[in-house]
T-cell receptor, first 113, second 111 residues
Framework: DVKVTQSSRYLVKRTGEKVFLECVQD?????MFWYRQDPGLGLRLIYF???????EKGDIPEGYSVSREKKERFSLILESASTNQTSMYLC????????????FGQGTRLTVV | GDSVTQMEGPVTLSEEAFLTINCTYT??????LFWYVQYPGEGLQLLLK?????DKGSNKGFEATYRKETTSFHLEKGSVQVSDSAVYFC??????????FGQGTELSVKP
């Protein structure tokens, strides 16, 4: 079974902190994604990586950056956390190609206080 | 840019009722289309997909047909069960592989 693992289920951070959310997949997938999920807004794409060290901005990249140094790991970085970044963050991965299924992690519920 | 629009929820149905959840998209080219489902307390999982015009995706009694002329991919099920209660997401994948989701539609099925 494909496994996408996010490092934490729940996180509480203070405003202004630098926050790292980690995601690891075990199926050699080329594509990896970070989304945030908010009620009424669905899943909004933050960043997309189509290969190691390659990334593309999604719809809401402001306040976030990403790192993909190894194929299996995709990190989301909040440079200076703010309360409006309190949300559920979802990581996904899939094989290269528009037709392939994406596999999701369980999500990280981040609260910024 | 590309986008997906779903009908707003929540949708509440009685068991064995007919379900339709509308989904329309805007995209350049010919995207692949997906429905994902999120059961309470679980992660998202693929429900069905269609990769070209007039394709019908189906799984677990759910169906959706890729309609290029109306840019739609509506989800249907003839007889819903309580266990179908979940949030349903319509999504498209563009030619470079970016996966874009709609707002999600919450379905609640009452016995």
């Amino acid at each position: 079974d494909v496994k996408v693992t996010q490092s934490s289920r729940y996180l509480v951070k203070r405003t202004g902190e630098k926050v790292f959310l980690e995601c690891v997949q075990d199926m050699d997938h080329e594509n990896m994604f970070w989304y945030r999920q908010d009620p009424g807004l669905g899943l909004r794409l933050i960043y997309f990586s189509y290969d190691v060290k390659m990334k593309e901005k999604g719809d809401i990249p402001e306040g976030y950056s990403v790192s993909r140094e190894k194929k299996e790991r995709f990190s989301l970085i909040l440079e200076s956390a703010s309360t409006n970044q309190t949300s559920m963050y979802l990581c996904a991965s899939r094989l290269q190609g528009a037709k392939t299924e994406a596999f999701f992690g369980q999500g990280t519920r981040l609260t910024v206080v | 840019g590309d986008s997906v629009t779903q009908m707003e929820g929540p949708v509440t149905l009685s068991e064995e009722a007919f379900l339709t959840i509308n989904c329309t998209y805007t995209a350049t080219g010919y995207p692949s289309l997906f429905w994902y489902v999120q059961y309470p307390g679980e992660g998202l999982q693929l429900l069905l997909k269609a990769t070209k015009a007039d394709d019908k995706g189906s799984n677990k009694g759910f169906e959706a047909t890729y309609r290029k002329e109306t840019t739609s991919f509506h989800l249907e099920k003839g007889s819903v069960q309580v266990s179908d209660s979940a949030v349903y997401f319509c999504a498209l994948s563009d030619r470079v592989g970016k996966l874009i989701f709609g707002q999600g539609t919450e379905l609640s099925v009452k016995p």
